[in-house]
């Protein structure tokens, strides 16, 4: 089954301890991409991948890092987890996000951070 | 800066009206408005759109662009209580990312 799958779904971590969310996806898509959701502020991109050790960041970059060693995973990582980072994170990938190609979103992390 | 506009914020109206989202954008480089349906779980795909005046069907959803005055509708006819989610636009534009608005919030009563 096509798919992209998230891991954790739920996550409850405490101030500075770094932390991972991974992302998998199994279609043979190029384009990656990370978002993070907060009431009242929408959807909003951190990072995206055009592609195998090709990142770049989105709008709201800051406290986060990316890779992309492989073309079907692209790990968010969280170095030094801060409050206002508790929010909902989506992962999707596409065919190529230049064509603005249908984006498939992954079930979801939610993060809080104490 | 890109920026997405979504209209109404929320909309609660009763199972078999008719409702019309709203999508302003401004973005460089325009390449594509999508719109996706955002129940209690990951948003999932309705419709792209790349050119002007021609009309998406799926169903009682249909969606139509005007790059010109820089907007989309999305429709939804007889509405049903399972249309009831979050409705999102985003656009693709200058950089690779997507732009999204915040969302419209919509609430089907039987």
């Known amino acids: 089954e096509a798919q992209v799958t998230q891991n954790p779904r739920y996550l409850i971590t405490v101030t500075g301890k770094k932390l991972t969310v991974t992302c998998s996806q199994n279609?043979?898509?190029?384009?990656m991409s990370w978002y993070r959701q907060d009431p009242g502020l929408g959807l909003r991109q951190i990072y995206y991948?055009?592609?195998?050790?090709?990142?770049d960041k989105g709008d709201v970059p800051e406290g986060y890092k990316v890779s992309r060693k492989e073309k079907r995973n692209f790990p968010l990582i969280l170095e030094s987890p801060s409050p206002n980072q508790t929010s909902l994170y989506f992962c999707a990938s596409s065919w190529a996000g230049r064509m603005g190609d249908t984006q498939y979103f992954g079930p979801g992390t939610r993060l809080t951070v104490l | 800066e890109d920026k997405v506009v979504q209209s109404p914020l929320s909309l609660v109206v009763h199972e078999g009206d008719t409702v019309t989202l709203n999508c302003s954008y401004e973005v460089t480089n325009f390449r594509s408005l999508l719109w996706y349906k955002q129940e209690k779980k990951a948003p999932t795909f309705l419709f792209m759109l790349?050119?002007?005046?021609i009309e998406k069907k799926s169903g009682r959803l249909s969606s139509i662009l005007d790059k010109k005055e820089l907007f989309s509708i999305l429709n939804i006819t007889a509405t049903q209580t399972g249309d009831s989610a979050v409705y999102l636009c985003a656009v693709t534009g200058g950089a690779d990312g997507l732009t999204f608005g915040k969302g419209t919030h919509l609430i089907i009563q039987p």
């Open positions: 790349t050119s002007s005046g």
């Open positions: 279609m043979n898509h190029e384009y």
């Open positions: 991948s055009m592609n195998v050790e090709v990142t």
